[in-house]
């Protein structure tokens, strides 16, 4: 058992059941009459999203500002590295427009030697130069962009905030009047992963796993080899054998473990590629 649920266990037992009860009530009802329930792109995974498409754009367009703003030196707008990254984002863009035409989709690329990369809520990549050294080939390039721009396709983050903000609301009620101090309830909500700020929260295991194959299926979209996806994870893998993964990567599933992932939905993306 993890020590998220040992500390949630230890904090609902002695409380009064009435006090849970009214949480869940609570809960429920916000979540049916406040949220839109709807289905991630390709994994159809029921989920409930509070923020609507124009708040994520304007979540993710003022993070993005900010990164414009502290690296304006940092910006590349010209060479072979700008070039393949407009030229497969374009691709990617294309086939992610399906399934979110409301975000206004937009890549940069930073001097950056950190191999990373992510999409922001509402579309807006970044792209570190640190990281084509690792992808070389547009393929590659979109194996990582796929997965990037899936966390956005499938609300994510926000899908993260309406989970802190639904678990403040049922801890407050099941605390309330009860002898919990402060720092015990900072505590408990930290336990829980709550408390960090929304927009660089790293995603669950699960969001992973789902950004995953909701990237293979859009990169063989946009027509290029699946295979291709494979073969960077072994090369990912092969690459932190002995060494702590990359840093993009350490939220990350296990690469062992994704190699056999990947490699299992790789006849829905053949299928995929050839509907391209
Ligand atoms: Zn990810």
Request: aromatic share 6%; glycine share 8%.
């Amino acid at each position: 058992m993890s020590q998220a649920w040992k500390g949630l266990i230890g904090f609902l037992v002695g409380r009064p059941l009435i006090a849970i009860l009214i949480a869940g009530i609570v809960v429920g009802f916000l979540l049916l009459f406040f949220t839109h329930r709807q289905k991630t792109p390709v994994t159809h995974r029921v989920q409930h999203v509070g923020l609507t498409d124009k708040q994520q754009m304007q979540l993710g367009s003022e993070e993005y500002a900010k990164t414009l703003r502290q690296d304006r030196a940092n910006v590349i707008a010209s060479g072979t590295g700008y070039a393949q990254v407009q030229r497969v984002a374009t691709r990617i863009e294309a086939v992610a427009r399906r399934d979110k035409p409301a975000f206004v989709w937009k890549v940069t690329l930073l001097r950056k030697n950190e191999a990373n990369a992510y999409c922001l809520p509402g579309g807006k990549i970044v792209v570190y130069t640190g990281i084509l050294p690792l992808t070389r080939t547009d393929a590659r390039l979109a194996t990582v962009l796929g997965h990037e721009v899936a966390h956005a396709t499938a609300e994510h983050v926000a899908e993260r905030i309406e989970r802190e903000k639904l678990t403040r609301i049922a801890l407050a009620i099941i605390a309330g009047g009860v002898a919990v101090t402060p720092a015990q309830y900072t505590h408990l909500l930290a336990l829980l992963g709550v408390g960090s700020e929304a927009a660089t929260l790293p995603f669950s295991r699960k969001q992973e796993s789902e950004a995953d194959h909701i990237g293979l299926i859009y990169m063989a979209r946009a027509g290029y080899d699946p295979h291709q996806a494979v073969a960077f994870w072994k090369r990912m893998l092969a690459a932190s054998k002995g060494n702590e993964p990359p840093e993009w990567e350490s939220d990350h599933p296990s690469n062992a473990h994704r190699v056999e992932q990947v490699e299992g939905w790789l006849p829905e993306a053949e299928r995929a590629q050839r509907g391209a």
